[in-house]
């Protein structure tokens, strides 16, 4: 089955710092790779999403990429801010989503 | 507002008994989807429906069973309660499966003494 390595666990930036969360994946029949975000006490919500056939997406502050080749996808947020502070999750599709472990992102300013 | 509910929230559990967690959506998705979350080890796939009639096993299916009541209702059952089952437990519902994002309930965090 699928499984998904997420690094780092932890990730602490400066407000305006740029933040990179990086993921592998080990099914390369995977062909949907989402990005969701988690506030204490709540459900996670999408942020962003890539399918296979898309190397890179971009929606304002965030962006994802995708190298099917290598098998990894990765987070990029810019010019962060400190509500960009909570727990981040990588997923892998083929029948259902499986998740990284997450990564605790904390922003200071 | 249209979402996926869970009950209840909050729930205590003695060992050995058993309860059904809720689970509703209201968007008319076809696949929804069962995972705890425990503090390090991220969400974790207990079972899933991929469409109205029937269910699969997911990553930690042991100790828990699920039944799609219909397309809007999807719940999970803890037959025998034991204190690893202490977790919190999300369900989620999609368009089409897999292949679409996820939206999430608000979660259940049961706790097994």
């Known amino acids: 089955g699928e499984n998904v390595e997420q690094h780092p666990s932890t990730l602490s930036v400066q407000e305006g710092d740029s933040a990179v969360i990086k993921c592998t994946y080990s099914d390369s029949a995977s062909n949907y790779f989402p990005w969701y975000k988690q506030e204490l006490g709540k459900g996670p919500q999408l942020i962003i999403d890539?399918?296979?056939?898309?190397g890179e997406k971009k929606d304002q502050r965030i962006a994802v990429t995708l190298n099917k080749t290598a098998k990894h996808f990765s987070l990029h947020i810019t010019e962060t801010q400190p509500e960009d502070s909570a727990v981040y999750f990588c997923?892998?599709?083929?029948?259902?989503?499986?998740f990284g472990k997450g990564t605790t992102l904390s922003v200071s300013s | 507002n249209a979402g996926v509910t869970q009950t209840p929230k909050f729930q205590v559990l003695k060992t050995g008994q058993s309860m059904t967690l809720q689970c509703a959506q209201d968007?008319?998705?076809?696949?929804m989807y069962w995972y705890r979350q425990d503090p390090g080890m991220g969400l974790r796939l207990i079972y899933y429906s991929a469409s109205e009639g029937t269910t699969d096993k997911g990553e930690v299916p042991n100790g828990y069973n699920v039944s799609r009541l219909n397309k809007r209702e999807f719940s999970l059952r803890l037959e025998s309660a034991a204190p690893s089952q202490t977790s919190v437990y999300f369900c989620?519902?999609?368009?089409?499966?897999?292949?679409?994002?996820?939206?999430f309930g608000s979660g259940t965090r049961l706790t097994v003494v």
């Open positions: 890539i399918r296979s056939n898309v």
């Open positions: 997923a892998a599709s083929r029948a259902a989503l499986i």
């Open positions: 989620a519902s999609s368009e089409l499966g897999s292949s679409y994002g996820y939206t």
């Open positions: 968007m008319n998705h076809n696949s």
